[in-house]
């Protein structure tokens, strides 16, 4: 087992080296073939646990996880620009590579959000949509008809470059908005959405996430709920890990695992109606069990799946 952790990181390492020596991660034959092969590295099972990773691979994790945050929004500039100039874009999203995984994620995410809200929602906030909103696209074309989406980026350039697929759409031109500001200078109108998207590259550390999760808990409505998207096992080397022993103020309700193409872990959960105050910190967030039922309802998905059971924690009580 720990010879295998160590080949996959020096494979890991040896990708990063190669990664952070080009001169653009803007999409091109070698910048493809280089992500390809660090996500077919990082994106089978694995029992690796990145908080036991030495300083210099924590160190290695932390700028790769830029990078890759970096090529990503290069990529979907690349092909929301693209998407553009078609005369109904919404029609041509599956030019994208990783469109079909945009499909099954959002399944997915709609999947386990049916499990705890017992309502359609009016209002979603999508905090760091990017140029290309598949997220919000996805669940208001598939699985949200009638629900309208708030979607915000701090940059214009690609709140402009989203705006322009959805504009043409008799629909979506009416239920996607797009707000260019920073999550932390919003604060009543947090109060407006019943759920709450947080991408998995908005807070690319731990300090940052935790920030953003504390204006959340600080700013939502009591009883909405908060979807996150983590890591788990080598995929943590692509994207950060959202501890839910972090989610201060917020009822931990499930985190859902895959083990297939889809990369990033799911964490549902939902605001306290009232704060829960600890002895010796502010807000404290509590973990409930997984309900058998719940992997049922996960499984008509065909993800192989990791379900993490999460038992009730009483230390902080």
Partial sequence: MVCEEEVLIEKVCGLYEQISSLESLKPCKNVDMLFTQLVLTCIPPSPIDVTNLNESVQEIRSHLIKLCGEAEGHLETHYSTL????????????????????????????????????????????????????????????????????????????????????????????????????????????????????????????????RIIDHLAKHMNPGAFLMLRSAHGARAFLYPVVDPCDLRGFEVLSVFHPTDEVINSVVIARKYPVPIHSLDQGLASKILPNKCSEIQAFNPLNHGNIIEELAIEEQLL
């Fill in 83 to 210: 998407l553009a100039s078609y005369d109904n874009p919404i029609e041509n999203l599956d030019i994208f590579p990783y469109y079909s995984n945009y499909l099954k994620l959002g399944l997915l995410e709609f999947t386990i959000l049916t499990q705890h809200c017992t309502h359609v929602p009016t209002k979603i906030a999508f905090v760091g949509s990017g140029p290309l909103p598949l997220t919000s696209i996805v669940l208001a074309s598939n699985h949200l008809p009638s629900t309208t989406f708030h979607n915000y980026d701090m940059d214009s350039l690609a709140n402009s470059n989203a705006m322009r697929l959805v504009s043409s759409h008799p629909d979506l031109s009416n239920r996607m908005l797009f707000h260019t500001t920073d999550i932390l200078d919003v604060s009543n109108a947090l109060k407006e959405y019943e759920v709450v998207y947080l991408a998995a590259l908005v807070g690319m550390d731990k300090e940052g996430k935790n």
